[in-house]
């Protein structure tokens, strides 16, 4: 992949006006000037649709904005939706698809979020694919099948030469929310080799360019500990990123960790061994 290697977002969810989320990127561009390893890094935020065009404008494009979701037709007769022409127009960077919040509470299943991805792609707009298992799955051993499936759905008809508009996000649906567990870094790991052997299997060689990130109970404290002893491309954040103190120090947090890293002080094996 060229560029940026690191990915570091933060979800809003159903947070914030637009004048709320300008002060949120004025304070945050603030933080970020006194943050060292930036460069290696893509930073984005995905704000409510009202916001979009505030956030756009107030960031100046210092990092990415995105948008939470969108229908998969164009046009049409789909009150209260948003099409991928509209989201272009706003110049959105990316769109989260498949959260496991529309799953729940809006019935969308692996067919509409394929639907969806399609369409993004047609339209030019990067693909957060969002995905991940039930603690009932994890229970009766069937992660991985529900993996499978969730990621295999989704992208299929992707053409491999798509995969560098494609970003996959896995969120498990037990870490997710105030009363998530934090998964271990252990258990990102193996879920992360799973589902870039399956990015491979589906797209082939140009999987490389895909990243992997993490989200569930992602915080300052554990972020460094989730993106470098998960072995994962970069984290998609929540609550702990609401407040712009927060994702900041989050990312200052993980910088340092990458920079440890490299300069030998940090050794993965002995420090991100649980």
């Known amino acids: 992949m ?57 960031s100046a494009g210092k990092f990415w904005v995105g948008a939470q979701n969108m229908h998969w037709a164009e046009w049409g007769a789909f009150t209260g939706e948003i ?17 496991a919040e529309r799953r729940q509470h809006f019935n969308e299943t692996d067919e509409s979020v394929q639907r969806k991805v399609h369409t993004a792609l047609r339209h030019g707009l990067r693909s957060l694919v969002c ?6 799955d994890r229970e009766f051993g069937v992660e991985k099948e529900v993996i499978v499936r969730q990621l295999r759905v989704a992208l299929s008809g992707v053409p491999p030469e798509c995969a560098a508009r494609l970003i996959v996000a896995y969120e498990p649906v037990w870490a997710i929310g105030e009363e998530g567990t934090p998964a271990s870094p252990a258990d990102v790991r193996v879920m992360s080799a799973h589902i870039r052997d399956l990015l491979e299997d589906i797209l082939g060689a140009e999987a490389a360019l895909v ?32 407040q712009a103190e927060g994702f900041a120090r989050l990312i200052a947090n993980c910088a340092e960790a990458i920079s440890r890293q490299r300069s030998g002080d940090l050794h993965e094996n002995r420090t991100f061994s649980s």
């Open 211 to 242: 990243p992997v990130l993490y989200g569930g109970t992602v915080n300052p404290e554990n972020a460094a500990e989730l993106l470098l002893g998960g072995r994962t491309d970069g984290l998609f954040v929540g609550r702990a990123a609401w």
């Open 83 to 99: 099409s991928a022409p509209m989201l272009q127009e706003l110049g959105v960077d990316l769109v989260e698809l498949g959260h």
């Open 131 to 136: 995905f991940g298992e039930q603690s009932s």
């Open 2 to 58: 060229n560029g940026p290697r690191i990915f570091l977002g933060a979800g809003w969810k159903m947070k914030k006006t637009a004048q709320e989320a300008v002060e949120y990127v004025q304070r945050l561009l603030e933080l970020l000037a006194g943050i060292d390893g930036l460069a290696e890094m893509q930073l984005f935020v995905v704000p409510p649709f009202t916001a979009i065009e505030a956030v756009k404008r107030a």
